[in-house]
């Protein structure tokens, strides 16, 4: 063998060599793949076997509601959705399904095919693979998916989703689902008359969601409770459930709780029946609710007690009266006996509204002792909450109107003048007054101050409060050395009240309590018991007056006085913002007498004080005689001194009622007080109080016009074209077209040729106004009120022409906004074809204005009009228009005068009329001043 066949040789078996390990490679690849596909088809399996076991559970689901006709869900990786009935759910499907084909043909990612898919969708994709960050996101779904839901199928598999993982082990992922029970709630209410709740009669989302929160009751997570209380309040509150439904749903639900022995489920029944109370009415509350109350009441559990406190106004608010008194009744009066005084507090919080729910004759003796007693507890803040509660308390018993004037005839036919120290006889209240068995004793010294034969029981009450101050006065300085010595007597807080309640015999309030609200200052100064009491008692005020009525105001002067002069201007304002209601209520006499002093005091008072008097000036002055209501005429001017000029509300308020009692004064009154204070407001710098000025001035002079005094008319008149008319400040320019739209709109005039002659003449010559808001009120004015007015229509007045060429100026202004109250329609309806002696007038103002510029201005004039080119004619034009853009952005509330409004004034000094040419319209931007 030679050499080339020995390397032919090798060359061969090492080519054999390296294709047997090729072969070899291949067949542990294909080994490999093998497996591989093994592995997968194992997986499959497994999550087959697992979707199986899910869509067993819903097909359980399914059969437990009937669902009759029903197609099974099959779930897998790509949703494959049920068939539908409706004909555009199946090209929903089939569009959604078409959608994921092209999108996996493109190779397109997992989160576009998600983001493609519709929410109903979403939510099926994510609850199957049921991990934490899916169930978090799912939830999200649940109203998206029953929004785009169109079958039965769809709201069955919505409510399996929200039922299941409501009751989800992990804590923050069940409250997320919990959280959208109140959205579902929400949609139902809004799509009620859209979508069937009774797709069968097995399925009904109503009761579905119903039985989810009565399930979710039962719990004792604070958070899922708290959830399905107000869900359970939210769906009764929206009237989606019916009484069939609250009745074999959630009152059963409830009654179970309560037969839990378990406090927190007491506690929050207790809750649901008070404010459940309301919404389903007397008949089931009586039923259903006031046995197991009443059982609850007497828990010996002390929160379960407190909160049947708090709740027991609402019960008593809904059941009737019988009832409240045989069974609420005594509960509460057990519970103003309690040990614990924060039940007694809550006690004293709801007295007055449960005392509304009682007949009189129990609030006079069991409800009166009771709170006699919470007056005089040993708990300082029950002793708060009762005296809070003492003024609305005392307005039960306030009479009808029937009562008052049947009790007013009885006390004129039968009352004698011997008589009148004599109580009324009343057979149910005389024994009332002495309720107690026995009276202490009380200090002689006292007995002298008594004198029941005086009509006015002023005196007698000042020195028994003057007593009160002086109570108990020596134990505060007693010396601590001296321990064997023994006490003076002295008269007890408790004498005291009850000789205070023997001076105020009245058939209306029991005694008692009108003798701790007439001694509440006192007790408040001697023991500083609460920093609100002289507040409250200041704000109960006028109910307790209302109640007592104007035959026993004396009673209340006293007290309404030493309130006046309160230090704190929180009690004086309340006292401000209702001395008008205390005028109506005690009468021209006696508001002359007792509250006059108190109101001139309360003019010179802080602003928060004054502004109380000022709101409702106009009410209190009504009810006094003209002498003293011309009284407070000059004081008119004191309203002016605020410690604030800021505070432009307060001037805005006296402008309002200044229009509103200018028929209270005669016209003399008017002219000398009011109008000079109305014509300061109309100068103010505030536009908001000068435009409220303008209807006080409007007011003057329709009174005027309506007493018809002639000469006070002219006056005023004048006054009002010199000071606004012709003002150099565009503002009051224009509060003069106010004023005269104001006049038009309320008929101030009898005649409208009177104001044609008066006001008219100044109001058509703003039509060369260089201030476009002042023209646009012309422009409104004209057309709505003067232009189709018949006086001008058949061309009976002299100011025609004047009126057809302010239309012509106005018609044709530079401002959009001028033009805009002058359509076309109405230019050729209203105003004759004047066009000759329009244009004349024109000619002849414009070259008087041109024969009276100077030198200066004729060279501008000149050199302007002999630029002609086009370019520059264009920047003229657009300068022109950012000027006027300009003017029309005005703050009203500064007072800027015309030289600095951007006005186009001659170098001489005179201005110079706005024409309709275009070369005049034309404006350099050294003749326009900014500000």
């Known amino acids: 063998m030679n050499i080339s066949e020995l390397l032919e040789h090798c060359l061969n078996t090492q080519l054999n060599q390296s294709g047997e390990q090729a072969q070899k490679e291949e067949s542990n690849t294909l080994d490999s793949q093998a497996k591989a596909e093994q592995t997968e088809e194992q997986n499959t399996t497994k999550e087959k076997s697992k979707n199986e076991n899910e869509d067993d559970d819903y097909n359980k689901m399914i059969d437990f509601f009937s669902i009759s006709n029903s197609n099974e869900y099959n779930i897998t990786s790509t949703i494959s959705l049920p068939d539908q009935i409706d004909s555009n759910e199946d090209n929903k499907s089939t569009s959604s399904s078409n959608m994921e084909n092209i999108s996996y043909s493109y190779n397109a990612s997992d989160e576009e095919i998600f983001d493609a898919l519709n929410p109903f969708e979403k939510l099926c994709k994510l609850c199957e693979n049921p991990t934490p960050s899916n169930i978090e996101s799912a939830s999200k779904y649940v109203v998206p998916a029953l929004e785009f839901a169109a079958a039965q199928e769809d709201y069955v598999r919505v409510f399996f989703y929200l039922k299941k993982y409501c009751f989800y082990s992990d804590v923050l992922l069940r409250s997320l689902w919990l959280d959208q029970i109140q959205n579902v709630i929400h949609f139902l209410y809004a799509e009620q008359n859209t979508i ?32 399905a209380s107000s869900a359970l309040l939210n769906l009764v509150e929206k009237q989606l459930v019916d009484n069939r439904q609250i009745e074999e749903i959630i009152i059963p639900c409830l009654l179970s709780l309560v037969k839990e022995n378990n406090e927190d489920f007491h506690i929050d029944c207790i809750t649901l029946f008070g404010k459940l109370a309301p919404l389903i009415g ?16 007497i828990s010996p559990v002390f929160h379960t007690r407190k909160t049947c406190a708090t709740y027991i ?17 005594p509960n509460f009066c057990e519970f103003m006996k309690d040990q614990v005084w924060a039940i007694r507090k809550v006690c004293a919080d709801q007295f007055s509204s449960f005392a509304q729910t009682c007949s009189r004759k129990k609030r006079e003796t069991v409800l009166t002792e009771c709170f006699t007693r919470l007056l005089e507890d040993n708990s300082r803040w029950v002793k708060i909450s009762a005296y809070k509660s003492l003024g609305p308390f005392i307005s039960t018993f306030a009479l009808s109107e029937s009562e008052n004037s049947a009790q007013n005839d009885t006390s004129i036919i039968e009352t004698k003048p011997e008589e009148k120290s004599e109580p009324p006889k009343e057979t149910e209240y005389s024994n009332f007054i002495y309720w107690r068995n026995s009276l202490p004793s009380i200090d002689e010294s006292l007995r002298g101050a008594i004198d029941p034969k005086s009509d006015d029981a002023t005196p007698t009450l000042t020195n028994l409060l003057n007593n009160l101050n002086d109570v108990n006065k020596p134990s505060l300085y007693a010396s601590t050395t001296n321990l064997n010595q023994q006490p003076t007597t002295q008269p007890t807080l408790e004498n005291l009240i009850q000789q205070i309640s023997k001076e105020l015999e009245q058939e209306i309030v029991p005694p008692i309590l009108l003798s701790y609200y007439v001694t509440m200052v006192e007790i408040n100064s001697q023991s500083s018991l609460d920093s609100e009491m002289n507040y409250n008692c200041a704000y109960n005020f006028p109910a307790i007056a209302l109640t007592l009525g104007a035959k026993y105001w004396k009673f209340l002067k006293n007290l309404y006085k030493k309130l006046s002069e309160d230090l704190s201007w929180k009690v004086r304002q309340t006292l401000a913002y209702s001395i008008h209601e205390l005028a109506i209520i005690l009468g021209t006499d006696n508001t002359q007498i007792d509250l006059v002093p108190v109101f001139d005091s309360y003019i010179k008072d802080v602003d928060e004080v004054r502004i109380g008097i000022v709101s409702n000036l106009t009410k209190f002055l009504n009810v006094l005689s003209m002498e003293y209501r011309q009284a407070y005429m000059p004081k008119l001017n004191d309203f002016l001194k605020m410690d604030n000029q800021r505070n432009w509300r307060f001037r805005n308020e006296l402008c309002l009622q200044m229009s509103q009692f200018c028929e209270l004064f005669s016209p003399e009154c008017l002219a000398q007080f009011v109008q000079p204070v109305a014509f300061i407001l109309a100068l103010d710098r505030i536009a908001e109080v000068r435009v409220t000025a303008t209807k006080t001035l409007v007011e003057i002079l329709r009174q005027f016009e309506i007493r018809k005094r002639q000469d006070l008319r002219r006056n005023f008149i004048d006054d009002v074209v010199r000071i606004l008319g012709n003002s150099e400040k565009w503002t009051l320019r224009q509060l003069y077209v106010m004023i005269c739209e104001q006049i038009l709109a309320t008929n101030a005039y009898n005649d409208f040729e009177l104001f044609t002659r008066d006001f008219l003449p100044k109001l058509l010559h703003y039509r060369n106004e260089k201030v476009p808001n002042i023209r646009v009120l012309v422009a409104r004015v004209l057309t709505k009120y003067i232009v189709n007015n018949e006086l001008f229509l ?16 106005l018609s044709s202004d530079t401002d959009s906004d001028v033009r805009s109250y002058f359509p076309n329609s109405t230019i050729q309806k209203c105003v004759p074809a004047r066009n000759q002696e329009t244009t004349n007038y024109q000619d002849n103002a414009t070259k008087m204005d041109t024969s009276n510029s100077s030198d200066s201005n004729h060279k501008q004039e000149d050199k302007m009009n002999q630029d002609d080119d086009e370019d520059e004619d264009d920047e003229d034009e657009i300068i022109d228009k950012t000027k006027i853009n300009q003017l029309k952005i ?31 319209n034309k404006t350099t931007p050294e003749e326009i001043v900014l500000n």
């Open 282 to 297: 007397r008949e089931l509350t009586t039923k259903y609710f006031l046995e197991p109350f009443c059982r609850l009441c």
């Open 890 to 920: 005005v703050n009203l509330e500064n007072d800027i005068d015309d030289d600095e409004m951007n006005e186009q004034v001659s170098e001489s000094g005179e201005q110079v009329p706005r024409s309709t040419d275009k070369s005049q």
């Open 196 to 227: 069937p709740f009774d797709f069968t009669d097995d399925f009904n989302m109503v009761n579905q969601l119903t039985v989810l929160i009565s399930d979710l009751m039962p719990e004792t997570a604070y958070q899922v409770k708290k959830c």
């Open 313 to 329: 106004a609402e019960i008593a608010n809904i059941i009737s009266s019988e009832d409240v008194e045989n069974q609420l009744l």
């Open 794 to 809: 058949n061309g009976k007045s002299a100011l025609v022409g004047e009126l057809e060429l302010s239309v012509q100026f």
